[in-house]
């Protein structure tokens, strides 16, 4: 359905504002907010999507030579394979310029655990990513202007805190290993171990998701969240339901 919406998409990529919008009655709440990429050089990318994957229109009805089935033109991907996608295409402008996910939720947290697509397309494409934790689109205002919107209200009519998120590719080979040092979890000049590796992730994801994102590579933070880690599963008995990881909403309670 994208080419009934293409007329509208040059409105999204040159607009510096958006709306808030309440899809239940259909109407933008409040006065345009400024987008966080303002006054920034970006890449835009849109697509349907959701937390954990996106959709994608096939340039062709054809698959392995045979034609799709009526109404099949589109495939699924995840976040990982959407980054391999974007750094393929060759699109992205300048290393190092931010994209923007135009995708519905991709900047959400998954129910069920796990990175969001946007953390995994800025670790492969290694570019920041800004992307929305509610749908988005584009509607008309009361004067009949496009508008670019951000959903604040869910399906059933709650209301929810849609927001744009930035995302920054995660530490990984020798600049990891000195967080995994940093944070207790390894010694000594080799690798650290999968396990090792994947704590000092979670803690540098819990700072980056209470104390801000440029902390998670705060090496006296991390030390310190590395040592309440350790007393909290070595100083007698864990209650039966203590956490697994470390986790922002574990560190905010």
């Known amino acids: ?11 999204v990529t ?3 504002d958006s709306s808030a919008h309440r899809p239940q009655r259909d109407v933008l709440v409040g006065g345009p907010k400024d987008v966080p990429w303002k006054n920034k050089k970006v890449s835009f990318f849109a697509a349907h999507g959701k937390p954990t994957r996106v959709e994608l ?10 034609p799709h089935e009526d109404g099949v033109h589109t495939v699924t991907v995840s976040g990982r394979e959407l980054g391999r996608y974007m750094v393929r295409w060759g699109g992205l402008g300048p290393d190092g310029d931010p994209i923007v996910l135009y995708s519905c939720s991709t900047g959400a947290s998954p129910t069920h655990g796990g990175l969001p697509v946007a953390q995994h397309v800025a670790n492969v494409t290694g570019r920041p990513v800004y992307a929305p934790t509610t749908k ?4 008309l205002d009361g004067s009949g202007r496009v508008r670019p919107i ?9 209301v929810v805190a849609g927001r744009w998120r930035l995302f920054l590719p995660e530490p990984s080979g020798p600049d990891l290993t000195e967080l995994a040092r940093a944070a207790g979890q390894h010694e000594g000049d080799g690798e650290p171990d999968p396990f090792a590796v994947q704590r000092t992730l979670q803690f540098v994801r819990t700072l980056r998701g209470t104390t801000g994102l440029d902390t998670g590579s705060d090496h006296k933070l ?4 590395g040592a309440l880690e350790r007393l909290r599963w070595h100083s ?5 339901y203590t956490d697994a990881r470390m986790t922002p909403d574990l560190l905010t309670r």
């Open 1 to 11: 359905d994208w080419s009934r919406r293409e007329n509208r998409y040059p409105t």
């Open 14 to 16: 040159t607009t510096t």
């Open 57 to 66: 229109a096939l340039d062709q009805r054809y698959k392995d030579g045979r």
């Open 136 to 139: 988005v689109g584009t509607a």
């Open 150 to 158: 951000l959903d604040v209200e869910s399906e059933t009519g709650e």
């Open 222 to 225: 991390l030390r310190g969240l």
């Open 236 to 240: 007698g008995t864990p209650h039966p």
